[in-house]
């Protein structure tokens, strides 16, 4: 099979990005949240975790400790009963309060709009960060989770595994106005169609400009209803 080019590579990006603007046209983060930093904590506690299990926790949460100074003055051992039912909760709530700590100290409680100064925060990645630029300052940027990094990688998008390495490739593809959206559509289809173990292919609309079609897990594409396509008019909570 002939190597792709980066142009007709760019162009089967587009047809893809066409595809899941049809599918998810309200796509955006599935977090609650209200501040930036009620976004920051979220997002800290969804690692390794769904959004759904984040979701039935933070707003206890955010009733306890609703901005990084109410959260700065608490422990960790306060933090973690608020958290429990989310994996990894202790090592997270020592994240939180270290995090909300550093807010007050460093920038008054604010949460900063930069990748450089985000970053340094504790249990603060660059996945993370790209999230909270995003969603909470309208900053284009691809966080590449677990699955925005698979469905790069069927797609013929990304042959990496580094997440960093995934973000720049996928910019090389995608215009920077489409960035945000991208990552959010990318986190529902690979939610809901495109699994990691047993992606259904035979009902999904992406198909035709992907190469992975067929290949991976489940049975080959065939007649049927799409999943996706019942959804086509995707409901996701308000940010508040």
């Not at 973000?167 to 991208?182: K, T």
């Not at 990552?183 to 198909?207: S, Y």
Request: glycine fraction near 6%; include cysteine.
């Amino acid at each position: 099979m002939p190597r792709e080019s980066l142009r007709a590579r760019r162009e089967r990006a587009q047809l893809v990005l066409e595809a899941l603007r049809e599918l998810y046209p309200d796509a955006r983060t599935e977090l609650n949240f209200q501040t930036p930093f009620q976004l920051l904590i979220a997002t800290l506690l969804s690692a390794q975790a769904t959004d759904v299990s984040v979701n039935a926790a933070t707003p206890a949460l955010f009733a306890a400790y609703p901005d990084a100074h109410a959260m700065a003055a608490g422990t960790p051992e306060e933090v973690e009963p608020y958290i429990r039912t989310i994996g990894l909760y202790r090592t997270k709530a020592r994240n939180a309060v270290a995090t909300a700590k550093a807010l007050v100290e460093r920038f008054g409680g604010a949460v900063p709009a930069s990748m450089d100064e985000l970053v340094k925060l504790p249990g603060v990645g660059r996945k993370t960060a790209n999230v909270v630029l995003a969603n909470a300052f309208g900053v284009s940027t691809i966080a590449v989770d677990t699955h925005v990094g698979r469905l790069s990688r069927r797609l013929g998008f990304s042959t990496h595994l580094d997440p960093d390495k995934v973000e720049a490739d996928l910019q090389r593809l995608f215009p920077p106005d489409q960035w945000v959206f991208l990552h959010h559509a990318l986190i529902l289809h690979g939610r809901r169609v495109c699994t990691a173990r047993r992606p259904a292919c035979e009902a999904c609309p992406l198909c035709p400009h992907c190469p992975s079609c067929g290949k991976v897990g489940g049975p080959a594409p065939g007649a049927g209803p799409s999943p996706a396509r019942s959804r086509r008019r995707t409901k996701t909570p308000r940010q508040g």
